[in-house]
């Protein structure tokens, strides 16, 4: 059975940083692409940050570029958002999201989901 658990939301002020961890069991993130995607009330849902099921190839949402970084540790099978310099429009709930590489979309509900992490930037 395959679970993701993510980890390491909380409140932070604006400029904070924080560090999201997304652990698997039941896959292995060596053969899966990852991403975090999130969620504020009342929008739709977004791809923040994904990387390569290699680790070589990432993408980020251009409003976090510089910002955020994706990384991934395979011998923990743990992948990792860290998030500096935030802002209010950064909060919402993180969902960590693994799909098989034949995939090929980041789109659509494919994959597996954690269950999110609540990430809060007060101004």
């Known amino acids: 059975q395959v679970q993701l658990v993510e980890s390491g939301g909380g409140l932070v002020q604006t400029g904070g940083s924080l560090r999201l961890a997304c652990a698997a069991s039941g896959l292995s993130f060596t053969r899966y692409a990852t991403a975090w995607f999130r969620q504020a009330p009342g929008k739709e849902r977004e791809l923040v940050a994904a990387i390569s099921w290699g680790g070589g190839v990432t993408r980020y949402l251009d409003s976090v570029k510089g910002r955020f970084t994706i990384s991934k540790d395979n011998a923990k099978n743990i992948v990792y958002l860290q998030m500096n310099s935030l802002k209010p429009e950064d909060t919402a709930v993180y969902y960590c999201?693994?799909?098989?590489?034949?995939?090929?979309?980041?789109?659509?509900?494919?994959?597996?989901w954690g269950q999110g992490t609540q990430v809060t930037v007060s101004s």
């Open positions: 999201n693994a799909r098989a590489p034949s995939t090929e979309t980041w789109s659509g509900d494919f994959g597996f």
